[in-house]
């Protein structure tokens, strides 16, 4: 099975088009996870928040910065939280990879064939020959960077270019780029009028991935609105520590599904 055809059977059964991002931040996590478990309480906490809204997403996203800082034992509790996911949920690993071919190729394997994942982040700023190796992988999915919710992405992404912004390029070429159709973009939701551009350069059938909403501020219903294709569908939208931290206390997992749902219910109105 495809990537997209993986998102569009998990969105359509639970009825959602929310992604919830793994950004389990030991220091964020409640202390008293940290005191029972040490740094292995990411493991736990991951465990206990896809168990509770396991059927209110269309995907999870870990973030591999907040494991890589935890080192062996980070990566480790990385491989597990894939394990724990259930098979037919896609994993999109957030890791924002971008070098030259053959490191891009290495990158490649390990993100795809050692944690199978379902889909990969990947920064195009070199260009084909650096996206090109996730590519081969036809039935993952490969997000590329195109206008990204931090507040300094205008610096260089709304740089103008020939004409028009170099966003609008970089949407173009992902969209001449995907041959396979396995290709999908990044953009945030602190720019809901890029989403709109980037939705009519793409057209109906590539995924948006879209963070910002939430710790971001992102207005929801107007990057809903604006990333959706014509079916009210193909918008992934992340959200990460408005989920995930919703509680410090014990009833932490219970207060994640809660803000899951109300942010499912939010998105399914913008979209219809």
């Given at each position: 099975m495809s990537f997209i055809d993986k998102l569009r059977d998990a969105a359509r059964r639970n009825d959602s088009w929310l992604c919830i991002g793994l950004d389990s931040e030991l220091a964020k996590l409640p202390p008293f996870l940290r005191e029972r478990y040490g740094p292995y309480a990411v493991l736990e906490f991951n465990r206990a928040i896809v168990a509770a809204t396991a059927d209110l997403v269309c995907a999870y996203k870990p973030n591999l910065a907040f494991y890589e800082m935890?080192?062996?034992?980070?990566?480790?509790?990385?491989?597990?939280?894939?394990?724990?996911?259930?098979?037919?949920?896609?994993?999109?690993?957030?890791?924002?990879?971008?070098?030259?071919?053959?490191?891009?190729?290495?990158?490649?394997?390990?993100?795809?064939?050692?944690?199978?994942?379902?889909?990969?982040?990947?920064?195009?700023?070199?260009?084909?020959?650096?996206?090109?190796?996730?590519?081969e992988y036809s039935e993952k999915g490969t997000f590329l960077l195109v206008r990204t919710s931090n507040p300094s992405a205008r610096e260089i992404q709304d740089l103008d270019c020939a004409g028009k912004p170099l966003y609008q390029h970089l949407a173009e070429k992902a969209r001449a780029w995907n041959t396979k159709g396995n290709i999908g973009v990044v953009v945030g939701a602190t720019a809901p009028d890029e989403l709109a551009v980037v939705r009519r350069i793409l057209g109906d059938e590539m995924p948006i991935l879209v963070p910002g909403i939430g710790a971001q501020a992102g207005d929801l219903e107007r990057a809903v609105k604006n990333s959706v294709n014509s079916q009210g569908e193909l918008a992934i939208i992340n959200v990460s520590r408005g989920v995930l931290f919703a509680s410090?206390?014990?009833?932490?997992?219970?207060?994640?599904?809660?803000?899951?749902?109300r942010l499912r219910d939010a998105i399914n109105r913008a979209r219809r």
């Amino acid at each position: 099975m495809s990537f997209i055809d993986k998102l569009r059977d998990a969105a359509r059964r639970n009825d959602s088009w929310l992604c919830i991002g793994l950004d389990s931040e030991l220091a964020k996590l409640p202390p008293f996870l940290r005191e029972r478990y040490g740094p292995y309480a990411v493991l736990e906490f991951n465990r206990a928040i896809v168990a509770a809204t396991a059927d209110l997403v269309c995907a999870y996203k870990p973030n591999l910065a907040f494991y890589e800082m935890l080192g062996p034992a980070g990566l480790e509790m990385l491989y597990k939280t894939r394990e724990l996911i259930p098979k037919e949920i896609p994993v999109i690993g957030d890791a924002k990879r971008g070098d030259i071919e053959n490191t891009a190729r290495a990158y490649a394997h390990a993100l795809f064939e050692h944690y199978r994942f379902d889909a990969v982040t990947v920064n195009p700023w070199m260009g084909f020959d650096s996206v090109a190796p996730f590519l081969e992988y036809s039935e993952k999915g490969t997000f590329l960077l195109v206008r990204t919710s931090n507040p300094s992405a205008r610096e260089i992404q709304d740089l103008d270019c020939a004409g028009k912004p170099l966003y609008q390029h970089l949407a173009e070429k992902a969209r001449a780029w995907n041959t396979k159709g396995n290709i999908g973009v990044v953009v945030g939701a602190t720019a809901p009028d890029e989403l709109a551009v980037v939705r009519r350069i793409l057209g109906d059938e590539m995924p948006i991935l879209v963070p910002g909403i939430g710790a971001q501020a992102g207005d929801l219903e107007r990057a809903v609105k604006n990333s959706v294709n014509s079916q009210g569908e193909l918008a992934i939208i992340n959200v990460s520590r408005g989920v995930l931290f919703a509680s410090q206390s014990e009833d932490f997992a219970q207060a994640a599904r809660e803000s899951a749902m109300r942010l499912r219910d939010a998105i399914n109105r913008a979209r219809r």
